[in-house]
Every structure is written in structure tokens, then in C-alpha cells.
């Protein structure tokens, strides 16, 4: 009996699917949602029941501008955006079981984790939370 495996984590319009198979015999879907930019990653890609998503930022879909209201505003908008794609592919934030979060300063940790854990509020992933020395579009 095969036992249904949780989707893993992690907003634009359009999507390139381009398929592979492993040695092993599982199936590897890559999603691209924009390959007119000629991005070097997917967005997501799913190998059997499992769903990796990209890293996502706090930026307004369809655009590069970054949400308003600071930290708080920018992980709102990240969990939105994860939220978004997940759904896009059949899953959702309650599927989730590890997230990454890199900080561009490790002091706005708490109030990044105010606004996570609105998320989460049960049976939260598991996760991880580091600082970084810089973030894409300075996010």
C-alpha cells in the first residue's frame, strides 16, 4: 500500500512544465512560471508527492518591488507568494513540512516570527532561520 507522502514547501501568470524521469522510475516535473525571463532555476518541481519550491521573496507578484511595511510587510508577502504557488500545484501551506527562512539582519528574527506564525499556527514545519550577508532585490 503506498502511503501518500507530504508536499514540501515553499504567483506568476503562465507555466512551463518540462518532465523527466528518475533512475528509480519517479516521475520529475519542473514548473517555470516565467520562461520568457530565462531564469537559471524552477520554480517548483515536483518528483513523485513531493513539491520543492524555489526560494520566494516578498515581492508584489508580477513585479520586482518588494512589499511595504518593512520586515513584517516582506515575510507577509513571502508567505503569500509560497501560499500561491503551493496552491498552483495542488498543495498548501498545511502540506508544508520544512521551511528555510534566510534573514537579511538576524534582528528583525522576532518580528519576522510574528508574522510566521500566523501561518503556522498549528503544527508548525519544521524550520530553519539564518542570517545573511544579502538577499535578491535587496529583500
Not at 516521475?27 to 515536483?46: C, G, I, Q, T, W
Not at 534566510?102 to 510574528?114: R, S, T, V, Y
Not at 542570517?131 to 535587496?138: F, I, Q
Request: proline share 5%; glycine share 10%; with cysteine.
Amino acid at each position: 500500500m503506498e502511503t501518500k507522502m507530504k508536499k514540501l514547501l515553499i504567483m506568476f501568470s503562465g507555466l512551463l512544465v518540462s518532465t523527466a524521469v528518475l533512475a528509480g522510475g519517479a516521475k520529475v516535473e519542473h514548473y517555470s512560471s516565467n520562461p520568457e525571463m530565462e531564469l537559471p532555476f524552477s520554480d517548483a518541481v515536483r518528483v513523485g508527492h513531493m513539491l520543492y519550491l524555489s526560494g520566494k521573496l516578498g515581492n508584489t507578484p508580477g513585479t520586482p518591488n518588494l512589499a511595504e511595511g518593512g520586515i513584517q510587510g516582506e515575510t507577509r508577502q513571502t508567505l503569500e507568494n509560497i501560499k500561491a504557488t503551493l496552491e498552483k500545484h495542488g498543495s498548501s501551506l498545511g502540506e508544508v513540512v520544512k521551511c528555510t527562512v534566510f534573514l537579511a539582519d538576524i534582528k528583525e528574527w522576532g518580528a519576522m516570527n510574528e508574522v510566521y506564525k500566523t501561518y503556522f499556527p498549528v503544527d508548525p514545519p519544521a524550520r530553519s532561520a539564518l542570517g545573511s550577508s544579502g538577499l535578491a532585490l535587496d529583500a
